[in-house]
């Protein structure tokens, strides 16, 4: 790293955030008084609402004092241990630099009080963040914290200098060839950022997936840790599909069991139902709260999962990953076994390989609500309320353009809330500003702030070995939707959709003729 005079690009904004934070102060003094005493404060100015948007104002700076202060600690950390070398003579034995890090690490616990395996780890978190200048200068900055740096640090580890580099240009320089799209880091909270981050390191890690895949299932292993209150964890590290299937059933099966007769909440019929079937009991109300109900009665409804493969994976010409709803990239294999066992909780989505864009949805009827709500579930991915977590199964379709003020039943209105959301949306000014077919709304929350959808990273999928994209001149691959040969059904054996039975045998021959992708491209790409 080497060693420098310091942070002081930090320091510099650690000055001018204090400066901001201090005339924020006087100015909330001002408007108090003001108020207290009928004096010095204009007519037209609402002190409340000024005084409640000083406070958002203040937050607003000391997070980004916060991180400032961040990157100062961070630097001195990193470049104390480095100083510590520095003072041992340059032929100095190894055991002596080990002794010099060791004794670096205990000052630097001591001075933080935390322990010494803390500090080991915050000191190589600190290093990989200075060797990372543009995520060292956004955290200088203000402009991400320090857990977003952190998450930078981890995932990370393991990849070349390189495939480092790679990772920080994606989502730190607006100008890289293939940016991240939608809401800088620092504008999503930390778990929505590792997700991202930990996305385009599945798919651009020197080492496969279904390679470490392998090497996850053969270290599968089940956890008990003793916690207080009589209470306990258990945990399992199982394959993502598993674990994802496990989740659903027990999520399906806890909402069948809900109703006015049953006094737990979701939360609670969860781990109740999973320790009813761990244990053979088949009765999830054996446990010490009530629920009459038997788990087995009970209808379970569908608990659909998108499973977005790459066209060439599924077709088993490249071992590219796919992505698991809710999950993250899942190896190719688990992703074809998914749809090869036609598993009736996970729904195909198809992607395309010249623009990583959504190119068909497997679905079992034709109802054009339903169509759209897969569509917007896939564009989402998640709770579009900024900040929040909860993933498609609990989220609703709302109109973002309520139906009584003139909104259509169409992509571009539509958007994925979780019931606590859709029901703030409601009750307060939180406004969905815009969505597009491919795009999740931006949000304008009632004190005026704006905040950023956070999007997918698409990526152009992977093209099998000998088989990539034909010359501009080549019509075909380069060709949009537009300039396709235009085709027109026989008036004599067309079908109305619209008056096909859902149960008419027509669609299971639909649905079990193969997907030909772009057949006029067929023969030229073999």
Same mark, same amino acid.
């Given at each position: ?9 930090? @320091? ?38 000024? !005084? ?27 470049? #104390?241990?480095?100083?510590?070398? /520095? ?11 080990? %002794?010099?890090?060791?004794? /670096? ?37 203000? $402009?991400?914290?320090?857990?977003? #740096? ?24 607006? =100008? ?17 950022? !590792? ?35 009589? @209470? ?22 806890? !909402? ?45 409804? +569908? ?21 698991? =709803? ?7 294999? @688990? ?7 036609? $598993? ?33 579930? @896939? ?11 909860? *993933? ?63 999007? +997918? ?28 040969? *235009?085709?027109?059904? =026989? ?16 669609? /299971?021959? %639909? ?16």
């Amino acid at each position: 790293m080497g060693i420098s005079s310091g942070g002081g690009v930090a @320091m510099e904004g650690v000055h001018a955030s204090v400066a901001a934070l201090d005339a924020l102060d006087r100015e909330d003094i001002f408007l108090a008084a003001g108020a207290g005493v009928g004096l010095g404060v204009g007519a037209d100015v609402d002190v409340l609402q000024r !005084r409640y948007e000083l406070r958002l104002e203040r937050l607003e700076v000391v997070k980004r004092l916060e991180a400032q202060l961040a990157a100062v600690k961070a630097r001195d950390v990193a470049e #104390a241990v480095e100083i510590q070398h /520095a003072m041992l003579a340059p032929d100095a034995p190894v055991h002596e630099r080990t %002794f010099a890090e060791m004794s /670096a690490l205990e000052e630097i616990a001591g001075v933080l009080t935390i322990s010494s395996g803390a500090a080991g780890a915050f000191v190589e978190q600190s290093r990989r963040v200075c060797l990372l200048p543009p995520v060292l200068a956004a955290l200088s900055a203000g $402009a991400v914290s320090w857990p977003h #740096a952190r998450i930078v640090a981890d995932e990370t580890e393991g990849l070349s200098p390189d495939g480092a580099a790679g990772l920080v240009e994606h989502f730190f320089d607006p =100008d890289a060839p293939n940016p991240a799209r939608g809401a800088a880091p620092g504008e999503l909270v930390p778990s929505r950022f !590792r997700a991202k981050v930990r996305g385009w390191r599945e798919r651009h890690h020197p080492e496969t997936l279904e390679k470490r895949h392998a090497k996850g299932v053969a270290d599968r292993r089940m956890e008990y840790t003793p916690d207080r209150d009589g @209470m306990a964890w258990i945990s399992l590290h199982l394959p993502g599909d598993t674990a994802c299937a496990i989740w659903n059933r027990t999520t399906a099966t806890a !909402r069948g069991l809900q109703g006015p007769d049953e006094p737990r909440t979701l939360t609670q019929l969860r781990p109740d139902i999973a320790a009813s079937l761990l244990l053979g009991a088949g009765n999830a109300s054996d446990t010490d709260s009530p629920g009459p109900t038997e788990a087995g009665r009970v209808p379970t409804p +569908r608990a659909d999962v998108l499973v977005m493969v790459p066209v060439f994976s599924v077709l088993g010409q490249t071992d590219e990953p796919a992505v698991l =709803d809710g999950l993250g990239p899942i190896p190719a294999s @688990m992703a074809r076994k998914l749809v090869a066992d036609g $598993a009736e909780s996970f729904y195909r989505v198809l992607v395309d390989p010249r623009d990583g864009a959504p190119l068909e949805i497997g679905r079992t009827r034709y109802r054009l609500p339903e169509t759209i709500k897969q569509w917007i579930r @896939m564009r989402d991915g998640k709770c579009t309320f900024p900040g929040c977590n909860n *993933h498609t199964p609990d989220n609703d379709t709302d109109h973002l353009t309520a139906w009584d003020h003139g909104g259509t039943t169409g992509a571009n209105n539509l958007g994925q809330l979780c019931p606590k959301h859709h029901r703030l949306k409601h009750a307060r000014p939180w406004i969905p500003d815009k969505a597009t077919e491919n795009e999740s709304p931006d949000w304008t929350s009632p004190a005026g702030r704006h905040y950023k959808p956070e999007h +997918r990273d698409p990526e152009p999928t992977h093209w099998p070995p000998g088989s990539m994209p034909m010359p501009a001149a080549t019509p075909c691959l380069d060709a949009g939707p537009e300039d396709l040969p *235009h085709w027109e059904p =026989d008036d004599d054996q067309l079908i109305d959709l619209d008056e096909l039975s859902p149960e008419d045998p027509l669609w /299971a021959d %639909f649905f079990r003729t193969p997907f030909v992708l772009f057949p006029e491209c067929v023969g030229a790409v073999q």
